[in-house]
């Protein structure tokens, strides 16, 4: 019922936004947002360098449109400048123009995320958004939710998620289980795979080659025609890697990965308006990884897991009356085994969904849309099931005013019932300047990991969450952009380890719910500003306080990504990119790592690239004791016809 959809990172601008929660109480005494920018001065000094840049007016390469769609913000496509929740596109050409392997790359240069690694590609990669970690962000490729019913938190792992078969990207911030249901807690990332862009037939083919001898592949066909539409992809990537732990601390084991994908996509719409669509991938992988105490002397390839994972949705379309109706069903299965020293633990997860959707218009100013559905996830023998009913009222109160309130009710086989609402308003007050706020509550279930294994409580209950956030937009036509959001997100009843617990039996400890809240506030700026017809420049920078962390990891208090795109010539073109992480929890170091891309057009569709990941060779960490790449060139040839 919801899609996915486009965009890169912005410029940047420096706007005080203070008192969204009696938490952040800057009337009462200096803004804590405010303070750490004061104690700051030289490690901020390059983002407000480039604020007072990009603040000129002129005109700017667009990131986000103020018109442009979004399926993720509410329960039916809207407007960018019609809804009040931040939401951020990414499109097909800046995952290209970027160059990164994995999507979980591309999305650390945005503003509220940021990635923690454990080595390569095929390792571990565990997404924050807002400071939350990755169990409260729901992940939907295709409208098929692809967490991992059987992972101990049920989240999804973006170590191995690749950018070949993605031709648009929403990431959702805030609460919004009124929407989503349990675990959107944090926010939502909706995924869209290629489709085919205009009327007719399109083919792309895409090859790369580079360090630690990583070979890419992709094949992609899509056709449309007035009432019908198609597409299919293939994607393999293989790696010999490098040591997921830390080859300065004497890991020297290459840890490989190699995996394939296919994704297809079909709908057609008969003469009555009734369209019927069916959408699914498969892919299956192999990666080695290095557990916490590193390689195993003498027993190299001793650590690997492989995944086996397959999803579909099926869906129809149609109206009754002056109701737009969807129906539709998704299935999703996991099934994935972690071995080491010669022992290896299977993990099979299975979801099956079935869900509809209505909508109606109530006047000329107010939509109305309504639904409901059933989810049942199963591990094992181990099972849970969730019933849900929702609504949505979006209502043009004014003619410069939308508002959007949506409600939602859930049944869980387990803990028993939950509502979570949202509230969102944006005020336009220029086309070009917008104000935007929302106000939320989310929950997350606890997963079947946490219920019913050896480790587990059967006696947990859900986790409950409440945030806000208020923000301003402001274009200059074509030539800048900027949006700063303050935001802010509170959790109680967290599920974690508690060595002490006893419930389940285990002498070493148990999952168990954490006393205490965690609390994540914050202020993400985002920006973009075109210096001339052939140089733009873009920006992102988030700064997050953890200072009541209970339950949760803290995350970085300052990243900042700065990104400069140019024309050198009518067919050469270049890209690079500055990522700077300080401020990091565990006393780990600062880091400024840069990455950069050539691509040449040679016409008639085709196009090669050179890239260069970690330009400088900087040594770093992104997840204490886990290795990332050094100084890594790529080549790679693409074409489309």
Request: net charge negative; with cysteine.
């Amino acid at each position: 019922m919801r899609g996915a959809s486009g965009q890169r990172p912005s410029a940047v601008v420096i706007v005080a936004v203070c008192g969204i929660s009696r938490q952040i109480s800057c009337h009462k005494g200096p803004c804590p947002v405010l303070r750490e920018f004061r104690m700051q001065p030289l490690r901020i000094s390059l983002l407000l360098t480039t604020a007072l840049v990009a603040a000129q007016p002129a005109g700017a390469e667009d990131t986000t449109a103020l018109d442009e769609i979004t399926v993720s913000a509410n329960l039916e496509a809207t407007g960018t400048d019609r809804t009040g929740a931040t939401v951020t596109v990414v499109t097909a050409d800046a995952l290209a123009q970027a160059g990164d392997t994995r999507v979980a790359d591309y999305l650390a240069r945005l503003p509220g995320i940021s990635v923690n690694s454990s080595g390569p590609i095929g390792t571990t990669a565990s997404l924050y958004l807002r400071g939350a970690p990755a169990q409260y962000i729901p992940v939907l490729v295709d409208g098929i939710e692809v967490g991992d019913p059987a992972a101990t938190q049920g989240a999804y792992d973006f170590g191995t998620l690749s950018t070949a078969d993605v031709s648009r990207i929403e990431v959702l911030e805030g609460s919004n289980s009124a929407l989503y249901g349990s675990q959107a807690v944090a926010g939502v990332i909706n995924i869209t795979t290629k489709r085919a862009t205009k009327l007719g037939t399109e083919q792309s083919v895409a090859a790369e080659y580079g360090q630690y001898a990583t070979r890419k592949f992709s094949y992609s066909v899509a056709t449309k025609t007035e009432n019908a539409e198609a597409a299919l992809t293939y994607s393999h990537i293989s790696t010999h890697g490098f040591s997921a732990r830390d080859e300065n601390d004497g890991n020297y084991e290459a840890d490989g990965y190699r995996a394939n994908r296919l994704s297809f996509f079909g709908q057609y719409t008969f003469a009555n308006g009734l369209t019927l669509g069916a959408n699914g991938f498969a892919e299956k992988s192999r990666g080695a990884f290095d557990d916490y105490e590193g390689d195993v002397a003498g027993t190299p390839g001793d650590d690997y897991s492989t995944r086996d994972s397959k999803g579909a949705r099926v869906f129809a379309d149609f109206v009754t009356g002056t109701v737009a109706n969807t129906l539709e069903a998704t299935w999703f299965d996991s099934d994935r085994q972690s071995c080491s020293n010669g022992w290896c633990d299977p993990f099979d997860g299975t979801r099956t969904k079935f869900g509809y959707q209505g909508a109606t218009d109530l006047g000329a100013t107010a939509r109305l849309a309504f639904g409901a559905d059933t989810t049942k996830e199963k591990s094992g023998s181990a099972s849970t099931r969730t019933n849900g009913v929702f609504g949505e009222l979006n209502w043009a109160a004014a003619e410069k005013l939308d508002l959007t309130f949506s409600l939602r009710h859930d049944t869980h086989s387990d803990f028993g019932s939950f509502t979570s609402g949202r509230i969102a308003a944006v005020y336009r007050l220029q086309d070009d300047l917008l104000l935007r706020a929302s106000l939320g509550n989310g929950f997350r279930a606890p997963s079947l990991y946490e219920l019913f294994s050896v480790y587990g409580d059967p006696e947990l209950k859900r986790e409950d969450s409440q945030s806000a956030d208020i923000g301003i937009e402001k274009r200059w036509g074509e030539t800048a952009s900027l949006r700063a959001t303050a935001f802010y997100l509170d959790a109680k009843d967290l599920i974690g380890w508690d060595y002490a617990a006893t419930a389940c039996g285990q002498a070493w400890g148990c999952y168990a719910q954490v006393p205490g809240h965690s609390r994540r506030s914050g202020l993400e700026l985002a920006g973009h500003y075109r210096v001339s017809p052939r140089l733009d420049l873009a920006a992102a920078y988030t700064y997050t306080d953890n200072s009541v962390s209970t339950g949760w990891a803290a995350v970085a208090h300052h990243d900042l990504t700065v990104t400069a795109t140019g024309a050198i010539t009518e067919a050469l073109s270049g890209d690079m990119s500055v990522h700077y992480v300080a401020d990091r929890p565990d006393g780990m170091e600062d880091y400024a790592v840069v990455n950069a891309s050539l691509s040449y057009d040679f016409g008639a569709g085709r196009s090669g690239y050179l890239r260069v990941e970690n330009l400088f060779d900087k040594e770093y960490q992104t997840n204490k004791g886990y290795g990332t790449s050094d100084r890594a060139f790529y080549v790679g040839l693409r074409a489309s016809f």
